[in-house]
């Protein structure tokens, strides 16, 4: 079943998943085509500040760089994506007072993956996770989920279930799967 996402121009778009579930990959084959569409990212932000997008050394300040630029780009006129695991309440709450100050609608694109097809696609990762921390997030994804579906209104919460990605040659010694 191939589901139409159908969300108004210059809206805020959250991705909620947690590492590994393909949210950039997801985002940029969605939208990156899109010139009226910007992505923001957590971790394109922290490989521009710390040259590493493994670094979790400045996240203070990379969010506070991810939530200006998405604010900037909001009040552009852009429709903002904003990337990034959007797991805890604090980092949501601050994107909702963002698109209530932009006076945009904001919706929520839920990227529910079964915890081992996410350890599959983790280790084909540039940036492969701990497994300890992807269990961790894996708990923490059931309450945000749940959260998500009472902070915004119906509607407004979209579940993406994305098609396994196909391995590729490069991938896989050779061989196409």
Do not use: W
């Amino acid at each position: 079943m191939n589901k139409i996402i159908n969300i108004p121009d210059n809206s805020l778009i959250i991705l909620v998943g947690i590492a590994g579930a393909g949210k950039s990959t997801f985002a940029k084959e969605t939208f990156g085509n899109d010139e009226r569409a910007v992505i923001i990212s957590s971790d394109d932000i922290r490989k521009r500040l710390c040259g590493d997008s493994k670094d979790q050394t400045a996240n203070e300040q990379v969010f506070e760089i991810f939530y200006r630029e998405i604010e900037e780009k909001l009040k552009e006129g852009k429709t903002t994506i904003a990337d990034a695991t959007n797991l805890q309440e604090r980092a949501r709450r601050e994107l909702y007072d963002i698109a209530k100050r932009c006076n945009v609608p904001i919706y929520a694109l839920v990227l529910n993956v079964p915890l081992d097809r996410i350890k599959r696609q983790n280790t084909r990762r540039d940036r492969v996770v701990p497994e300890y921390a992807i269990d961790r997030m894996y708990k923490q994804f059931g309450e945000a989920y749940h959260a998500i579906a009472q902070e915004l209104p119906k509607g407004h919460v979209i579940d993406i279930i994305s098609p396994p990605r196909r391995i590729t040659k490069d991938e896989h010694g050779g061989r196409d799967r």
